[in-house]
T-cell receptor
Framework: ETGVTQSPTHLIKTRGQQVTLRCSSQ?????VSWYQQALGQGPQFIFQ???????GRGNFPPRFSGLQFPNYSSELNVNALELDDSALYLC????????????FGNGTRLTVT | KNQVEQSPQSLIILEGKNCTLQ??????????LRWYKQDTGRGPVSLTI?????NTKSNGRYTATLDADTKQSSLHITASQLSDSASYIC????????????FGKGITLSVRP
């Protein structure tokens, strides 16, 4: 059983640039969620995808967007990067949108300078 | 505002000792409460998931309790080990919105030899 993998592990970008983060969900999981975790804070929900459709969104601006592909892998895109976007971005997959536990990847550390 | 508050912020204990971590929430209407363990530089790992009707759940040396009336939960760790050193995060979900989880800031536990 392959776990959740995220790429890249680390990334440095300049303010105003755009970034794409990638996530391969665990085998058999059709639901993917993305979270932003600032240093010393708990993760903040960005959005969730279920079978390629967005299925809930947190309080993040439209410049945060995503995709889920037919194989249930996912991308998080962030446009017009701001310094405050510097954080650990976590992807989690689950069997469904209900009580199934979330399986997290180890995240992408994004630094915006 | 839906919130999850955890205490203490950090804790240091000696190997072999027990400890209890607290979580209070205001998320409503309540669906389920989860505890996660997050090692430094890694994604969170699920420990327990409890619904409204459950008041205790165990996972090895970890035992979670839930009082849905007072909106409180605790995570008890028995016979602590050095590998228990991590951040422990309480997560609460609203009814009908399992796609949007509210995370606490986490409690940093350090187990010393």
């Amino acid at each position: 059983e392959t776990g959740v993998t995220q790429s890249p592990t680390h990334l440095i970008k300049t303010r105003g640039q755009q970034v794409t983060l990638r996530c391969s969900s665990q085998s058999g999981h059709n639901t993917v969620s993305w979270y932003q975790q600032a240093l010393g804070q708990g993760p903040q929900f960005i959005f969730q995808y279920y079978r390629e459709e967005e299925n809930g969104r947190g309080n993040f601006p439209p410049r945060f967007s995503g995709l889920q592909f037919p194989n249930y892998s996912s991308e998080l895109n962030v446009n017009a990067l701001e310094l405050d976007d510097s954080a650990l971005y976590l992807c989690a997959s689950s069997l469904d949108t209900g009580l199934s536990p979330l399986h997290f990847g180890n995240g992408t550390r994004l630094t915006v300078t | 505002k839906n919130q999850v508050e955890q205490s203490p912020q950090s804790l240091i204990i000696l190997e072999g000792k027990n400890c209890t971590l607290q979580c209070n929430y205001t998320v409503s209407p309540f669906s389920n409460l989860r505890w996660y363990k997050q090692d430094t530089g890694r994604g969170p790992v699920s420990l327990t998931i409890m619904t409204f009707s459950e008041n205790t759940k165990s996972n090895g040396r970890y035992t979670a309790t839930l009082d849905a009336d007072t909106k409180q939960s605790s995570l008890h760790i028995t016979a602590s080990q050095l590998s228990d050193s991590a951040s422990y995060i309480c997560v609460v979900s609203k009814t009908g919105a399992n796609s949007k989880l509210t995370f606490g800031k986490g409690i940093t536990l350090s187990v010393r030899p």
